[in-house]
């Protein structure tokens, strides 16, 4: 179990449970980082004592600084520097990157290089540069454990048991909008988007699990975690959130993993694992259930997760400019500047119009991520 944790995006949704989690089992947090919310950053401070934060806002960073001046804490700077120096805080086991999208890249490879466990929440990370913040941790022996509760789960069934896997098996709830056509989509607000029947988010992957292009990117995430083909990951619709996803091995047995929908769990789990420990949540209780429905996705009504793989399959910078095109996507969606529908049409665009790279550097990847996000951008400006 580790003993300190750095968390990156501490203020978020996993952040804040992250932080909770930490409290209650005594982890020490020396750092913290997010963007703009100075009051919760203030309070964090007060209940961690850490020995750094920082604000990514330059607003918010002048804001923290002033109301720090004369403490014994390092105020880091605004930007992606500030949360690059969380990432590889001296003295630190672990970084729970709770970013959101690709901003957390360049921090989790500076964690790995520090040699950190990552309990990795931030999923565009894996699906932009997956295999290049794989091969970094193999090299520097750094853990990543994920935090993703599909893929928590899968890593529980899974342990010790790696070369047995014959498939994986990625359950989803299909989001609020399941069984819609796209003529009942196109009226879709924000609001409604990112009201999640069965699970509490951040803003950005409320809408992801609504397009179910959250479910395409935690493929990728599969794909990149567990070294697995996409013909080895199945997708199931499962609307009661309670089999967080299960693995098939050679022999056709099936392990899934069961729990409430509640982040704690696996959270907790990446920074106690090897180890358990009591949880504090609700229970699970089989008795109470209804029962657990297992569906065949219908790709026809999908077409972001249909695209997500298709760039799963094709691999290279795909990925990347799908991850970027869709987070600014989402990004103009939340401020009302395009509609629901054209969040897939616009992220499609992205992935056919920019140049396909076979084997991209981290630079490639960088600039894909750049140019994908302009085009995107410049269309609804
Ligand atoms: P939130 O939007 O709730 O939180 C994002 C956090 O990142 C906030 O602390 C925010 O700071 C900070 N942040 C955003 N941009 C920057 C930046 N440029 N520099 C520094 N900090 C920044 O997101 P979630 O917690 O929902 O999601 C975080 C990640 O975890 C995502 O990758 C998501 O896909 C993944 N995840 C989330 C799940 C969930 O249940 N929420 C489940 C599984 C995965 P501020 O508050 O100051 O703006
Ligand atoms: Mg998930």
Redesign the pocket.
């Known amino acids: 179990m580790v003993k300190s944790t750095v968390i ?8 804040r449970q992250s932080a909770a989690v930490c409290e209650r089992l005594g982890i020490r947090v020396p750092a913290v ?5 100075v009051g ?2 203030l309070k964090q401070v007060e209940t961690f004592k850490p020995e750094y934060v920082s ?3 330059p607003g ?1 960073n002048r804001e923290l600084r002033e109301a720090l001046s004369g403490r014994d804490i390092t105020v880091g700077p605004p ?2 520097e ?2 690059r120096a969380a990432a590889a805080w001296p003295g630190a086991d672990c970084v729970v ?5 690709a ?2 890249l360049r921090p989790t490879l500076d964690a790995i290089d520090a040699g950190r466990r990552i309990a990795l ?4 990370t894996l699906v932009c540069a997956g295999e290049i913040v794989m091969r970094r941790a193999a090299e520097k022996g750094a853990e990543i454990v994920p ?3 599909e893929h928590s789960a899968i890593f529980q069934c899974l342990s010790g048991r790696g070369g047995e896997l014959r498939k994986i098996l990625l359950t989803g709830s299909g989001g609020p909008f399941r069984g819609w056509t796209r003529e009942q989509t196109a009226h879709v607000t924000p609001e409604q988007a990112v009201k999640h029947p069965n ?8 809408v ?1 699990s609504a397009t179910m292009m ?1 479910k395409g ?1 935690e493929f990728i995430e599969a794909m990149r975690l567990f070294g697995a083909a996409p013909e080895d990951i199945e997708v199931l619709i499962h609307p009661e959130s309670v089999v967080h996803s299960a693995v098939e091995l050679v022999d056709g047995t099936v392990i899934a993993q069961l729990g409430v929908p509640d ?1 704690a769990l696996p959270i907790q789990y990446a920074l106690t694992y090897p180890e358990r420990k009591p949880g504090a949540g609700e229970r699970l209780d089989l008795t109470r259930l209804a029962g657990l429905t297992f569906l065949k996705p219908d790709f026809g009504k999908l077409p972001c997760l249909a695209l997500a793989i298709s760039c799963a399959k094709r691999g290279g910078n795909a990925p990347a400019v799908l991850s970027a095109a869709n987070e600014a996507a989402v990004g103009l969606f939340l401020r009302g500047k395009l509609g629901y529908n054209q969040i897939y049409e616009s992220v499609e665009r992205a992935v056919s119009g920019i140049g396909f790279i076979e084997r991209p550097s981290l630079e490639d990847i960088l600039a894909s991520d750049r140019e994908a996000r302009t085009l995107v951008e410049e269309s609804y400006s």
Do not use: C, F
Request: hydrophobic share 45%.
């Open positions: 990156l995006g501490s203020t978020g949704s996993i952040g980082a997010a963007n703009r919310n919760l950053l604000a990514a806002d918010a930007g992606e500030g949360l990157t709770a970013v959101s999208g901003v957390g929440a931030n999923k565009e935090v993703d509760s699970w509490s988010m951040g803003a950005k992957i409320s992801d959250n990117l982040m």
